[in-house]
């Protein structure tokens, strides 16, 4: 049995393990790793990925109402991409030992979360352009930082994700463009989106650094290379430019240049909104998870229907190679 250091109440292999995080080595599945440290990145990798598959009902919803061809085959081609992003991360919890049935009926059970951005309903065109450029925007803050996460295929994963997600912000922001270069109507319907998603995408970095239950130890294994404040922060100081550039104005009273800080202040987040949504009572929460389940089993005949056709080819790969 491994015995335990009295002095700091760790493992020699947790400290060996910790050497290892410092160093900035890669852990990779094979590796040991303690359990916590599994079980805590199971827990952010497979809400991640149920963030990416929920994440494509909002846009999802507007793929047949695309107010040109053109339009149509980009907001198609970002909404496969997402279906592909939660594949990867799927696939990263794998090597952990989750199963994909194990994340799934989690999520649909209510104990997994996903971002709660995505409780919030899609009303207009300009949605996907603010979608595209807020909602993008704030993963792709978190996700450049994700991508020297400690867990290897985590953090190979994040490399392709945000090459992905910068064609899908840019093209959020041309819509946006687009519509403020608009008529007075258009300008008016992609300043209300902005509206409407500022604050939520605020929301998408978490709690503020002192109320975040696992960003100490998170940081210390450095599965989070950056806190959810320094990432907020980090948004804010791009986005206000990017709103400026094409005439919006970003909806917060108390938004001003902080010439000490060398950062922009801004004002505080609803927060009570924030612990509604997470916990299951947002606009949207009820008819995502509703969409999710019934497209879920309506799908069960094509997983069995692989399923039965693997095991058919494995059987005869076996014939034929005796
Ligand atoms: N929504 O202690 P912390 C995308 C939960 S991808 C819901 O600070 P942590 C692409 C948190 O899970 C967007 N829940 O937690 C796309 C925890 O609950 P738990 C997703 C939230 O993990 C674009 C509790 O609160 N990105 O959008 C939220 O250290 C367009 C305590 O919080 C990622 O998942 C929230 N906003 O930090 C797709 C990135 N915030 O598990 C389609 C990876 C916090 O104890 C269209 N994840 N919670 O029950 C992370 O970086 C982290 O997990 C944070 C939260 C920063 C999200």
Known sequence: MTKIRPETDVSPQEAVFQTRIDAEEKIEPKDWMPDKYRKNLIRQISQHAHSEVIGMQPEGNWITRAPTLHRKCVLLAKVQDEGGHGLYLYSAAETLGA????????????RAKYASIFNYPSLTW???GAIGWLVDGAAIVNQVSLQRTSYG????????ICKEESFHQ?????????????????????????????WPSLMM?????SESAHSAQS??????????????QKFVDQT?????????????????????????DFGEIDWEEFHRVINGDG?????RLAHHVKAHEEGAWVRDAITAYEAKKRQRDAQAAA
């Open 153 to 160: 295929p985590y953090a190979r994963g994040m490399v392709r």
């Open 99 to 110: 199963s994909r049935e194990e994340m799934v009926e989690a999520l649909h059970a209510g």
């Open 283 to 287: 606009l949207c929460n009820r008819q």
């Open 170 to 198: 840019r093209q959020g922001y041309h819509i946006m463009m687009t519509l403020a270069q608009g008529s007075a109507e258009q300008k008016a319907m992609a300043q209300d989106s902005l509206n409407r998603f500022w």
């Open 205 to 209: 970095f978490g709690p503020h650094d």
């Open 219 to 232: 940081m210390k294994w450095k599965i989070k290379r950056q806190s959810n404040d320094e990432l907020r």
């Open 126 to 128: 300009a949605d996907m």
């Open 240 to 264: 206000v430019k990017q709103a400026e550039v094409i005439g919006l104005t970003i909806p917060d009273a108390d938004l001003s240049w902080n010439e000490e800080r060398g950062h922009y």
